[in-house]
């Protein structure tokens, strides 16, 4: 029995600028040169940085984005909680005047505690209550 040893292949550089065929020395050679091996690790490298600006910047807009839903359906929410207390309140007067119910003016949903104050009871509805325009806007 005889033991034949198989020519090695050439292969062909990897790098781009060479592209010269050659014969692999050791295991996992994929350039002729260690020039041609530094070359390559350049352009990896180069590759790899813009991927990561790349992912970066994706993850940014995301995240923008996000935050512009979220503030969204926080502008959406309180719409429609303000109308549901301006219709709870509707026998109601004024939270803060003495107006009656039938005033015929404009009429706003309060916060009893401002949202910029006490954002996280923007939604308490024991913290809104129906007051006519002229107090809300004071
Ligand atoms: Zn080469
Ligand atoms: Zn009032």
């Given at each position: 029995?005889?033991?034949?040893r198989k020519?090695?292949?050439?292969?062909?550089?990897?790098?781009?600028?060479?592209?010269?065929k050659?014969?692999?020395?050791?295991?996992?050679?994929?350039?002729?040169?260690?020039?041609?091996?530094?070359?390559?690790?350049?352009?990896?490298q180069?590759?790899?940085?813009k991927?990561l600006?790349?992912v970066?910047?994706?993850?940014?807009?995301?995240?923008?984005?996000?935050l512009?839903?979220?503030?969204?359906?926080?502008?959406?929410?309180?719409?429609?909680i303000n109308r549901?207390?301006?219709?709870?309140?509707?026998h109601?007067?004024?939270?803060s005047?003495?107006?009656?119910?039938?005033?015929?003016?404009?009429?706003?949903?309060?916060?009893?505690?401002s949202v910029g104050?006490?954002p996280?009871?923007?939604y308490?509805?024991w913290?809104?209550?129906?007051?006519?325009s002229?107090?809300?806007?004071?």
């Open positions: 029995m005889t033991i034949e020519q090695p292949k050439p292969k062909t550089c990897k790098n781009p600028a060479c592209g010269e050659f014969v692999a020395q050791r295991l996992g050679q994929a350039v002729c040169s260690p020039k041609c091996g530094l070359a390559i690790k350049d352009v990896n180069t590759k790899a940085r991927a600006a790349d970066g910047r994706r993850d940014i807009k995301v995240r923008k984005e996000a512009k839903t979220r503030a969204d359906h926080a502008r959406e929410a309180q719409a429609v549901y207390v301006r219709l709870r309140d509707a109601l007067g004024c939270i005047c003495d107006k009656p119910a039938t005033w015929g003016g404009q009429w706003h949903c309060s916060h009893f505690r104050a006490a996280h009871i923007r308490n509805l913290n809104m209550n129906r007051a006519c002229v107090c809300n806007n004071h």
